[in-house]
């Protein structure tokens, strides 16, 4: 598998998201098994993957509480297949 540079903190992001599977599951994970089940997930789901690069908010702020938040993804396991984009 090719190498992929990341930054210092996309490295401390994906390492804690590692840690929080480990404990939550007791389970190890490799960096390169999170990486293959998050784009599993982003491929999945690539029109709304697409869509947070069309837009200029990949974050929605609630107007009534200040909050930044990811918009919510429904996904659905084994749902339809998405055509290619």
Partial sequence: MPSIALDKQTERQLDKVRAAVRRRTGQPISRTELLERLVEDAYSS????????????????????????????????????????
Avoid: N
């Fill in 46 to 85: 690539r029109g709304e993957v697409v869509d947070m690069f069309r837009t200029s908010q990949a974050y929605v702020a609630d107007e009534d509480s200040g909050t930044v938040h990811r918009p919510e993804r429904k996904l659905v396991p084994g749902g339809a297949k998405q055509p290619d984009e």
